[in-house]
T-cell receptor, first 108, second 112 residues
Framework: KNEVEQSPQNLTAQEGEFITINCSYSVGISALHWLQQHPGGGIVSLFMLSSGKKKHGRLIATINIQEKHSSLHITASHPRDSAVYIC??????????FGTGTSLTVIP | NAGVTQTPKFQVLKTGQSMTLQCAQDMNHNSMYWYRQDPGMGLRLIYYSASEGTTDKGEVPNGYNVSRLNKREFSLRLESAAPSQTSVYFCASIRGADYGYTFGSGTRLTVV
């Protein structure tokens, strides 16, 4: 069983498109993280959310605690956004659970 | 440059050999973590250290040991490597519960 499910697993978009990646989780959480892993393997933390919405540049992350769901949106997508996006949640007991990632390819 | 430094970046071991993966952060973060990443699976927590002097098992601790040498350094040891430990290992740190992660660049380990 996976405590964190992401959809879609793979996503291909044309440059400029609006992209949404979804994350659903089944455990109680104190925080949710969105991570970005580039083809070279490095992992970067994009957002940490416990409620509401955060925005950084063209990236927007939202969370609905009642529905146990989060979305990551990318506006005006660009080929440099091509990466694997990983959703992770931290439980109140400091257990961490990770999704298997969404592989995004943005075509020029 | 501030961040998390992992060494080595690549390693090939024979079954039964031992090795230590090193991790150091210079951001004065309290909590440090070791994860492994395998194809088709999410990152899985091996061990973590919530603060200097403490360590706790994660989801997949068998076959590993850790040492939180000081606030900066958190090492992961494989005492007798097995092919099932072939993976990419990431070290990460967090300043506190309300902050995001900083990850190292990873160690690609192959056990033959």
């Amino acid at each position: 069983k996976n405590e964190v499910e992401q959809s879609p697993q793979n996503l291909t978009a044309q440059e400029g498109e609006f992209i949404t990646i979804n994350c659903s989780y089944s455990v109680g959480i104190s925080a949710l993280h969105w991570l970005q892993q580039h083809p070279g393997g490095g992992i970067v933390s994009l957002f940490m959310l416990s409620s509401g919405k955060k925005k950084h540049g063209r990236l927007i992350a939202t969370i609905n605690i009642q529905e146990k769901h989060s979305s990551l949106h990318i506006t005006a997508s660009h080929p440099r956004d091509s990466a694997v996006y990983i959703c992770a949640v931290r439980s109140p007991g400091n257990q961490f659970y990770f999704g298997t990632g969404t592989s995004l390819t943005v075509i020029p | 440059n501030a961040g998390v430094t992992q060494t080595p970046k690549f390693q090939v071991l024979k079954t039964g050999q031992s090795m230590t993966l090193q991790c150091a952060q210079d951001m004065n973060h309290n909590s440090m973590y070791w994860y492994r990443q395998d194809p088709g699976m999410g990152l899985r927590l091996i061990y973590y250290s919530a603060s200097e002097g403490t360590t706790d098992k994660g989801e997949v601790p068998n076959g590993y040991n850790v040492s939180r040498l000081n606030k900066r350094e958190f090492s992961l040891r494989l005492e007798s490597a097995a092919p099932s430990q072939t993976s990419v290992y990431f070290c990460a740190s967090i300043r506190g519960a309300d902050y995001g992660y900083t990850f190292g660049s990873g160690t690609r380990l192959t056990v033959v």
